[in-house]
């Protein structure tokens, strides 16, 4: 085992030793699908939301540099329109590219609700991603119920631990599709 390898592994363990009192493992699915304690769920919206803050301040400190895969994933930085504050809100997520387009997962670490970046994309669709200090703005769509029976296997081959928070959350999670936004004549 190289040392990335290792250093991933080892921030996963402690991760979900203290999250949940468990080791996990992000690169199989282990088939575990027991609900989370209230308790572990508290743990886990603590922990996400201090690894949000530090994400999004490393990324945008270093332009880019830094921050870019957590525990080997690709990170990009999705900036929506708060649906009720108008303000921007910027979350860093997991994603992976197919054909020109970014596919994320609004799987909010397996809570039983979506995610707030998914309602405010219903709302406002527009959004701006910047991923290794480049920032562009793309036009956001859920995908159809063809497109998440297609999408969801190859997203779950690049990222297995997303099923195992799938089957926990009891849950479907909703995909986005992010693209270019098209011209007046069509044109991206």
């Known amino acids: 085992?190289?040392?990335?390898?290792?250093?991933?592994?080892?921030?996963?363990?402690?991760?979900?030793?203290?999250?949940?009192?468990?080791?996990?493992?992000?690169?199989?699915?282990?088939?575990?699908t027991q609900r989370h304690t209230e308790r572990q769920i508290r743990r886990f919206a603590m922990v996400k939301k201090w690894i949000t803050r530090s994400n999004v301040w490393l990324l945008r400190v270093s332009r880019g540099r830094l921050g870019n895969s957590f525990l080997g994933r690709p990170v990009l930085l999705l900036t929506t329109c708060g649906r009720q504050s108008g303000?921007?809100?910027?979350?860093?997520?997991?994603?992976?590219?197919?054909?020109?387009?970014?596919?994320?997962?609004a799987s909010n670490g397996g809570d039983p609700r979506d995610p707030l970046w998914l309602s405010n994309?219903?709302?406002?669709?527009?959004?701006?991603?910047?991923?290794?200090?480049?920032?562009?703005?793309?036009?956001?769509?859920?995908?159809?119920?063809?497109?998440?029976?297609?999408?969801?296997?190859?997203?779950?081959?690049?990222?297995?631990?997303?099923?195992?928070?799938?089957?926990?959350?009891?849950?479907?999670?909703p995909l986005v599709i992010l693209a270019p936004q098209a011209g007046p004549d069509g044109s991206e």
Do not use: H
Not at 87 to 105: A, C, D, K, N, W
């Open 1 to 32: 085992m190289g040392m990335k390898a290792f250093v991933r592994k080892a921030t996963a363990n402690i991760l979900g030793l203290f999250v949940v009192g468990e080791t996990i493992d992000l690169e199989i699915r282990r088939g575990v």
């Open 121 to 173: 994309i219903r709302a406002q669709p527009e959004v701006r991603v910047t991923r290794l200090g480049l920032t562009q703005t793309l036009q956001a769509r859920l995908a159809t119920d063809e497109e998440r029976s297609a999408l969801w296997p190859r997203l779950t081959q690049v990222f297995p631990y997303w099923q195992e928070v799938a089957d926990r959350s009891e849950r479907v999670f």
């Open 87 to 105: 303000l921007p809100r910027t979350q860093p997520l997991f994603y992976m590219e197919e054909e020109g387009s970014i596919i994320l997962v």
